[in-house]
């Protein structure tokens, strides 16, 4: 995202930045980054683990090509006193043609009173490929993983990944993050992190948000993302902005059937408190 470049310069507010470190806590106990003096003894992880949830990744990937589903998009600017004051919205189905080929249909207007940020051409490839991150056998060998250890997670044990790219491509987006693994069968369930490389040089500024995505299981067999949520404050230059990130991906059905999955209304939290993690 990039800082409306006709906008007025707003004052950096101590408000925006308490803001902003209030927020970074709450990612730093989602991210399950805790002091040493929490830290428990645990087991060394499964070996080759990040392999193992590249190989179990590829099969949900694999399998969610076979389904359609609608994603929403909501994106939202605030001004210094927490306002919502502009709004991106899209809605489109992601389905089959009668030629059986996939594609991607718009199916409502497309709604944009963003003022204070633009959206850019990195914002719209997060969206599509590094917001519902799936670490696939193509990508695996792009990122090298780090073991945090064992945390239990929306009552699912889980094996604790971060893992991050081995090089930074500027032509290319990659996640950095957390993620959060069941043990029973190498579905991720949680990831946390952010879309990288931040672009921030003397020509331009574009930024991106820390974000969670939570995956959900479909037809009783596959893990698919089923929603995406961000706020943070993007530190621009000239000010700082809040912003809020709402992506839904509802209505999984596999073609030819009428399986689905349900959601709520409201947008997870960051992550609720959790049992800390044992190393």
């Known amino acids: 995202m990039r800082a409306a470049t006709n906008k007025a310069s707003h ?3 101590k408000a925006m930045k308490n803001g902003r470190f209030v927020r970074n806590i709450a990612l730093i106990v989602a991210s399950g980054v805790l002091l040493p003096a929490v830290v428990v003894e645990a087991a060394d992880p499964p070996a080759g683990l990040l392999k193992k949830i590249a190989e179990r990744e590829t099969e949900f990937a694999h399998a969610r090509e076979n389904y359609t589903y609608r994603q929403s998009v909501t994106i939202q600017e605030f001004n210094d006193q927490g306002v919502v004051t502009g709004e991106f919205h899209e ?3 992601v389905t089959f043609s009668p030629n059986l080929v996939r594609y991607e249909e718009v199916v409502e207007r497309t709604r944009n009173t963003l003022t204070r940020i633009k959206l850019t051409p990195e914002d719209f490839a997060d969206i599509r490929n590094v917001n519902p991150f799936l670490l696939t056998t193509d990508k695996v060998w792009l990122y090298e993983g780090q073991y945090k250890g064992e945390q239990p997670i929306d009552g699912e044990q889980c094996f604790v990944e971060y893992i991050r790219p081995k090089q930074i491509l500027s032509t290319q987006r990659f996640f950095e993050g957390t993620l959060w693994v069941r043990e029973s069968d190498l579905a991720v369930i949680r990831s946390e992190g952010q ?6 040089t003397l020509a331009q500024q574009n930024l991106f948000p820390h974000f969670t995505t939570i995956y959900k299981p479909v037809d009783g067999k596959w893990f698919f993302p089923v929603e995406t949520y961000a706020d943070d404050t993007l530190f621009f230059r000239d000010w700082p902005q809040r912003i809020r990130i709402v992506i839904r991906y509802m209505d999984y059905k596999k073609f030819g059937s009428e399986s689905t ?4 209304t409201q947008p997870p939290p960051p992550a609720p408190p959790q049992k800390p993690i044992k190393q």
Not at 261 to 264: E, K
């Open 11 to 13: 004052e950096h507010t």
């Open 91 to 93: 809605v489109r189905d």
């Open 195 to 200: 879309a990288v490389p931040q672009i921030d």
């Open 261 to 264: 999955i349900t959601f709520g």
